[in-house]
């Protein structure tokens, strides 16, 4: 079965920096896309942002562009979300989420999610 | 900006059929060819429903149904069921490694 089980999620303040992980299982993880998706407290899903199977290739929401940046370790099957200069609307949870691959592409396994606090 | 648009909120009433509807502030959803259904319970991560417009994930219930309606994606549920009292999202992939969510619809049965 695929397993998604993330970490890193804490309370930072204002400007600060967080990285967070998501480590894989039950799949070959160096041949899917992988994403980060977040959720406000009592909003809506939030895309932000994207890498490739090989990482050679990252994305990203405008909202982050600049201070977040995706990585993944192959070797390790782990999805990264390193995240500078932290403001209060980052505050959410964050989930990792498996793209299905080729013809197929949708969201088909999500983390648990973690949260991210930023207050002062 | 691409904003995609989904109803806040819909009602429908147990064994009843219900529409929700996924589209955009300026064009047609048909030339995206991946547009995903989600659904959300409270507390729990968002699972998938259909993608491709009209493929259920696996585990999906067969009440659950993907279309085109106009210019709108569309997940009808036929035979509503107390568990499907939560949230659906749409996802669009823009086509350029960018996906963007719609606002989601709040579902209730009663």
């Known amino acids: 079965d695929v397993q998604l089980v993330q970490s890193g999620g804490a309370s930072v303040q204002p400007g600060g920096s967080l990285r967070l992980s998501c480590e894989a299982s039950?799949?070959?993880?160096?041949?899917?896309?992988m994403n980060w998706v977040r959720q406000a407290p009592g909003k809506g899903l939030e895309w932000v942002s994207g890498i490739t199977g090989s990482g050679g290739r990252t994305y990203y929401a405008a909202s982050v562009k600049g201070r977040f940046t995706i990585s993944r370790d192959n070797s390790r099957n782990i999805l990264y979300l390193q995240m500078k200069n932290l403001r209060v609307e980052d505050r959410a949870i964050y989930y990792c989420?498996?793209?299905?691959?080729?013809?197929?592409?949708?969201?088909?396994?999500w983390g648990q999610g973690t949260l991210v606090t930023v207050s002062s | 900006q691409t904003v995609v648009t989904q109803e806040p909120s819909l009602s429908v009433s147990p064994g009843g059929t219900v529409t929700l509807t996924c589209g955009l502030n300026?064009?047609?959803?048909?030339?995206?060819?991946?547009v995903s259904w989600y659904q959300q319970t409270p507390g729990q991560a968002p699972r998938p429903l259909m993608f491709?417009?009209?493929i259920r994930s696996s585990g999906a219930p067969d009440r659950f149904s993907g279309s085109i309606l106009g210019n709108k994606a569309a997940l009808t549920i036929t035979g509503a069921q107390a568990d499907d009292d939560c949230v659906y999202y749409c996802?669009?992939?823009?086509?350029?490694?960018?996906?963007?969510f719609g606002g989601g619809t709040k579902l209730t049965v009663l």
């Open positions: 996802a669009l992939d823009m086509g350029n490694g960018i996906w963007v």
């Open positions: 491709n417009t009209n």
């Open positions: 989420a498996q793209e299905e691959r080729g013809g197929n592409r949708h969201f088909e396994s």
């Open positions: 039950g799949f070959f993880f160096p041949e899917f896309a």
């Open positions: 300026s064009g047609s959803v048909s030339v995206f060819s991946y």
